[in-house]
């Protein structure tokens, strides 16, 4: 049966994106930052997942205010990179897994998640700039990819707990499926950032470090947290936090810590990232 | 609506379904700005191509004078008005730095020494 081993956490931020793309990533404002995915990238050579799924939020280019679903996951053979406007970012096609991601919205709908299926759509830098910075510049993606889109523009986006529980039944959903497949999930967004007004700029170091230890030792308690408690001390934007909750829900209560890193900034954002290994249930 | 606990943050504007259903035609006329043939039309002239779209006045005068939190209030989500950003050449940074009344210099500064910091900014109550 196919089998979650492992999450992944980090943040998405499209900068990051542009640096890789442009060739920045050694200047001396990068430098810091990209150190901080050598051993992630070590890591997952090493894990070799056969199947992603890719927790992320769409920024505006696949969904526009026509539509805006709360969870959506990618069913598609294929997605590709998103024009954002200023051209697609220069990366691998996503091949997707439509099988699993099938199976995945079939079981979930039946365990109550009303997933939105989707069979078309572009992806933006919240699902390429994670696969950037765990593998580098391939030239094909090495695994296959189910996007898992979550609505966190629109308020309000789903709460924390529901995230939490989504993850759990995406776990049971995996591990229903017959084939043999490693499957590493992703959390991704945040940390602390605020994209706009005359608040713009807000990091919160202490809160994001805290979120960072209970998300590991006590993700039931962090799952509880409100809506508002994000906004305020995180962010109106870091509130995409909420989305690592799903990758924690789909791993064991307890986890091993393989790789843990913060930094500030990466343009307007603070970045944290997280790998997170099965340890008992 | 949302909680009005959400109102004593200060400086952040919450897009909830209000702000929504106000600035819908104001954000797709954002979106319309993913295409290079829009974008074109738009420079070429502003006015007549915002006349298309069933804006309301004083949004129309936002977006020609480029008032970032102005749109922000009239119901933009900062997503969608970053693609006029863009048409504009300027960066999310840039924007940001206008958003909150500083220059793009005194922005990236703040940055780089750990953004704004949360004492003072948590609550309005606070903030006085």
């Given at each position: ?12 931020v ?47 280019s ?93 308020y ?34 945040g ?30 308690g ?45 343009s ?14 | ?106 922005y ?17 109550s606070?903030?006085r």
């Amino acid at each position: 049966m196919a089998r979650i081993t492992a999450g992944v956490a980090t943040s998405h931020v499209p900068a990051i994106g542009a640096a890789i793309d442009l060739g920045r990533t050694e200047q001396d404002y990068w430098r810091p930052m990209f150190a901080g995915y050598e051993a992630s990238k070590a890591w997952i050579a090493e894990e070799k997942p056969d199947v992603i799924i890719l927790v992320y939020n769409d920024h505006a280019s696949a969904f526009s205010l026509e539509c805006i679903p709360t969870f959506a996951i990618g069913c598609a053979a294929s997605f590709q990179p998103a024009d954002e406007g200023w051209g697609p970012r220069p990366v691998p096609v996503v091949e997707g897994h439509p099988q699993l991601a099938w199976h995945m919205a079939e079981k979930l709908i039946l365990d109550e998640f009303d997933m939105t299926i989707i069979n078309k759509m572009d992806v933006d830098h919240g699902l390429t700039v994670p696969l950037s910075l765990m593998f580098g510049e391939p030239l094909a993606w090495p695994c296959k990819v189910i996007p898992i889109a979550v609505n966190v523009v629109q308020y309000p986006p789903p709460t924390g707990h529901r995230c939490f529980k989504l993850g759990q039944a995406i776990r049971r959903a995996v591990e229903s499926f017959p084939q043999d497949l490693k499957v590493v999930v992703f959390g991704t967004g945040g940390m602390s950032h605020q994209l706009q007004g005359p608040r713009a700029g807000l990091i919160n170091a202490e809160f994001d470090n805290a979120f960072l230890d209970r998300l590991i030792a006590d993700p039931a308690g962090q799952a509880a947290v409100p809506h508002i408690d994000y906004v305020r001390e995180a962010g109106s934007e870091g509130i995409e936090l909420v989305m690592w909750l799903i990758m924690r829900g789909a791993l064991d209560l307890k986890v091993r810590v393989a790789h843990r890193f913060y930094h500030v900034p990466a343009s307007n954002t603070a970045v944290g990232h997280l790998i997170l290994e099965n340890a008992g249930r | 609506m949302h909680d009005k606990a959400f109102d004593d943050i200060p400086g952040t504007i919450l897009f909830d379904a209000d702000r929504s259903r106000e600035g819908f035609h104001l954000n797709q006329f954002c979106m319309s700005l993913m295409k290079a043939d829009n974008r074109a039309a738009f420079k070429a002239d502003e006015r007549a191509y915002l006349d298309a779209w069933p804006m309301t006045e004083a949004q129309k005068q936002a977006v020609l004078r480029r008032d970032w939190n102005g749109m922000l209030e009239l119901g933009g989500n900062i997503y969608f008005t970053s693609k006029l950003a863009a048409t504009d050449g300027l960066s999310f940074q840039q924007i940001a730095a206008i958003m909150s009344g500083v220059s793009q210099q005194e922005y990236a500064e703040m940055m780089l020494h750990g953004g704004r910091p949360i004492a003072g900014n948590r609550s309005k109550s606070e903030a006085r």
